[in-house]
């Protein structure tokens, strides 16, 4: 028996652009060569699955396969340029502006032990029923739980020891 997990994005639907999270069943791809990239692994993953490692046939091959996808995460080691906290830790860091795109831009934000858990809780079902969990799954927090950019900053400021610069937003 084997199980693979394999990991890709919230990025891989085709943008909607909709108020809602997209679902496991929702169309593929984009527009940007990223997303679009994310799109293709999907489908790429998704047709060897019911190719050659179908659920139906697990008692033949004993393979068991499923994707998962999160998104808007933070913490814990992303210091990449472009990403929010890190650019806003510099800013600080520096005394200078922080300067954001979007203040009012609202993400359902999730720190990544919570996508880590919910990875490892998957391949442990993955492996323990195989059938029943070898398919797409997305994790996300609750709607509820969305926040606009600047509450993430100023949850950021808050715990900032020195006076941390104001907002501006480019």
């Not at 990025?11 to 527009?31: I, L, P, Q, T, V």
């Not at 609202?106 to 391949?123: C, F, I, K, N």
């Not at 492996?127 to 509450?151: I, L, M, Q, S």
């Amino acid at each position: 028996m084997k199980s693979v997990l394999m990991i890709t994005s919230d990025k891989c639907y085709d943008n909607k652009a909709w108020h809602w999270g997209y679902r496991e069943n929702d169309a593929m791809g984009s527009f940007d060569p990223y997303s679009s990239s994310k799109g293709c692994a999907e489908l790429v993953i998704e047709a060897y699955r019911h190719s050659f490692f179908n659920p139906e046939q697990y008692a033949e091959h004993g393979v068991a396969i499923a994707t998962a996808r999160t998104g808007n995460v933070i913490g814990l080691g992303d210091w990449a340029k472009g990403r929010l906290i890190p650019d806003v830790i510099d800013a600080f860091i520096n005394r200078k502006p922080v300067i954001l795109r979007n203040l009012e831009s609202a993400r359902p934000w999730q720190h990544v032990l919570e996508s880590l858990g919910a990875y490892m809780l998957l391949a442990e079902r993955l492996f323990d029923g195989p059938v029943a969990y070898a398919e797409a799954w997305n994790f996300g927090p609750n709607k509820v739980d969305t926040r606009p950019t600047a509450w993430v900053v100023d949850l950021l400021a808050s715990y900032w020891k020195e006076d941390a610069s104001a907002l501006t937003s480019a």
